[in-house]
């Protein structure tokens, strides 16, 4: 050994290396080091690695440190691997690997590292290679904009779950990262690695399919993505999304398979319980409304018979009754009334929810004419005016549109203000994205705006909401009449129609409901 330079170790000397490398090899600002491709020795350092990894070359003598030595034991295949590929294919400047390397203070580093065959004119050395390392600072195209949030973010990936793997087709060699070493719950210091072994830790649903999928990638070179059980080392199913691409070298041959995995386990859990709570949920309400159409309907024989006899005992006793007794079967007779009114509207409501005819084209501007005239009297009587700027055709159920304005119509004629006729106005516009966004719809589908705005008595704002629930009356019934279900049912057709419905008071003015309504259901 030369003694003059503890950087230099026979037989690699500087001589040799200054005629078999470049000088920005040599002395430029990458370290460099020359490795013995049989014993994997380190045999020469250029003065820039003792700067990065801080070992000098007396000091890797002294230790007799490999190159395999810089990185963990399991990654040792991995990194031999990288050099077979790079000493063969002859593309030096595309073979490239990442690697996690020790530092002489015990310390890792992340390091693109190159290998290319040392060259002996214009041939290459069957005996070295040489290799040259990046620090991995790289900011462009990637997460992070320094090393510092670069660490934070490796952290939280291995927080959520997330590695990368090589798959050598050739040597049927499998390499992971920490990452999914730890989702696959396996021991990276015992468990050697290959296809096969990986395949077993499918779970039986979905094999096949993965098999499948990584077979045509392999015939056909197109990227795979695809969301798979597993069951891990220690027995435990996990969800996993898994990628893969296909590397291929110059002359069109698969050389290995490269891709990444996440864990979504928590993903699907959260998925899957929020699906079994909208089934059960669902359920809930059909069966809610099953038994309120049959409730209903039931409650429709015992009724009739109540106001039969209630009718023929005022007709022939009604002369024969005095004070509490007439006043009694007057209370009888008008509990009836509201009762039939009740179970009416209650079946109206049921109905809604469980007989959807088919949507079709409809003309909103007929509808209004056809609600105008069923409502002729009413309107006649309280001298109620309608005013309306034109409707759009959207497409829709007819009987319930109808519905949907005939009540809020009648419920801005109910609700008008004393010695004061009615003034309803209808205006339609289209939504616009900044309103689509407000609202949470899609910004690919067309939606109108309809607003009804009438001069009554209004309402106090915290009842907003509250307004569209069944049953829920914001006055007494000897003021204003009804059951509180008409507004539940205009809710429960928007709701059918994908569409969103809320009403506003005008202080001094009246009330406004707007419904916005898709143009095209889907």
């Known amino acids: 050994m030369q003694t003059d330079n503890p950087q230099h170790i026979v037989p690699f000397s500087e001589s040799k290396a200054d005629a078999m490398l ?30 990065v990894l801080g070992y000098t070359m007396q000091e890797i003598e002294d230790r007799k440190l490999k190159f395999t030595d810089l990185v963990e034991a399991y990654q040792e295949g991995r990194l031999l691997e990288l050099a ?92 992971w990262s920490d990452g999914i070493y730890r989702i696959y719950e396996v021991d990276r210091n015992t468990t050697e690695l290959s296809y096969e072994l990986v395949q077993q830790f499918s779970h039986p649903d979905d094999a096949r399919k993965a098999a499948t999928m990584v077979k045509r ?71 809610l409304e099953e038994f309120a159409y049959v409730a209903s309907h039931d409650l429709q024989e015992p009724l009739r018979k109540i106001s039969t006899f209630s009718d023929r005992l005022n007709e022939k006793y009604k002369d024969a009754l005095e004070g509490d007794g007439a006043m009694y079967l007057e209370r009888i007779i008008a509990s009836a009334e509201n009762m039939r009114s009740l179970i009416h509207n209650l079946l109206e409501f049921s109905r809604v929810a469980k007989d959807m005819e088919p949507f079709m084209s409809v003309n909103l501007a007929l509808v209004l004419k056809e609600v105008a005239g069923d409502l002729e009297l009413p309107i006649e009587e309280t001298g109620t005016k309608v005013l309306s700027n034109g409707l ?9 549109m109808k519905q949907l304005f005939t009540n809020v119509i009648n419920n801005a004629i109910k609700f008008r203000k004393e010695n004061r006729p009615p003034v309803i106005t209808i205006e339609s516009s289209l939504l616009t994205e900044d309103e689509a966004a407000i609202h949470h719809l899609s910004l690919s589908d067309s939606y109108y705006k ?49 569409g969103i419905i809320y009403a506003e008071n005008i202080p001094d003015q009246g009330a406004r409901f707007t419904f916005i309504i898709p143009e095209k259901q889907n």
């Open 84 to 175: 077979r590929q790079s000493t063969a294919s002859g593309e030096w400047s595309k073979q490239y690997g990442l690697h996690n390397l020790k530092l002489k203070d015990g310390s890792e580093q992340m390091f693109f590292v190159f290998i290319n065959p040392v060259i002996v004119n214009g041939t290459a050395d069957a005996a070295h290679y040489h290799v040259v390392l990046l620090p991995e600072y790289s900011q462009q195209n990637l997460p992070f904009i320094s090393f510092d949030s670069r660490e934070l973010f490796l952290e939280q990936l291995n927080n959520i779950g997330f590695g990368t793997f090589e798959w050598i087709i050739e040597t049927n060699k499998v390499y």
């Open 392 to 400: 759009p055709v959207v497409e829709a159920s007819f009987s319930q």
């Open 450 to 498: 309809i607003q009804i705005t009438d001069n009554g008595i209004g309402f106090d704002d915290v009842y907003a909401t509250r307004i569209f629930q069944i049953f829920q009356r914001l006055h007494g019934k000897s003021e204003y009449p009804g059951s509180g279900i008409g507004l539940a049912i205009c809710k429960k057709i928007i709701d059918n129609h994908q």
């Open 22 to 51: 470049p000088q920005i090899v040599l002395n430029g600002p990458f370290a460099m080091l020359v490795v013995d491709k049989a014993s994997n020795e380190i045999i020469y350092i250029n003065p820039r690695l003792t700067d």
């Open 217 to 287: 990638t392999l015939e056909s070179a197109q990227d795979y993505n695809l969301q798979m059980k597993i069951i891990t080392a220690r027995k435990n199913i996990k969800y996993i999304n898994a990628s893969g691409r296909l590397i291929k070298d110059r002359t069109g041959k698969p050389v290995k398979m490269v891709g990444c995995v996440m864990d979504i386990t928590q993903q699907k859990q959260v998925e899957q319980n929020l699906s079994k709570n909208v089934k059960e949920l669902n359920k809930s309400n059909k069966e």
